[in-house]
Nanobody
Framework: QVQLVESGGGLVQPGGSLRLSCAAS????????MGWYRQAPGKQRELVAT???????NYADSVKGRFTVSRDNGANKVYLQMSSLKPEDTAVYYC?????????????WGQGTQVTVSS
């Protein structure tokens, strides 16, 4: 099976920066899209950013201009560079992978990493 492992979460002050990393391993067919979702207390899980193998990106309006998603296709890794962090960014961040397979399509989630923005 496919496994996603996140790293880089932690505590950071408002206005600070943090870089998240995710490594995918296992029976990966194509990893067409990788990215990040987050879930804050009392809120629904929401899209943060995604990136395709071709380099197309998609961002939530709340993070545009502050976050940058990138990937290493050869290594099946995805990154999220976060800057100008706000308390509202506090959440568990989940790595996500979606791909087409011989039999259809499938998606996977990582275990999540906590990001806390507080002074």
């Amino acid at each position: 099976q496919v496994q996603l492992v996140e790293s880089g979460g932690g505590l950071v002050q408002p206005g600070g920066s943090l870089r998240l990393s995710c490594a995918a391993s296992g029976s990966i067919f194509s990893a067409d899209t990788m990215g990040w979702y987050r879930q804050a207390p009392g809120k629904q899980r929401e899209l943060v950013a995604t990136v395709t193998t071709g380099g197309s990106t998609n961002y939530a309006d709340s993070v545009k201009g502050r976050f940058t998603v990138s990937r290493d296709n050869g290594a099946n890794k995805v990154y999220l560079q976060m800057s100008s962090l706000k308390p509202e960014d506090t959440a568990v961040y989940y790595c996500w992978l979606w791909e087409r397979t011989n039999g259809g399509a499938r998606g996977y989630w990582g275990q999540g990493t906590q990001v806390t923005v507080s002074s």
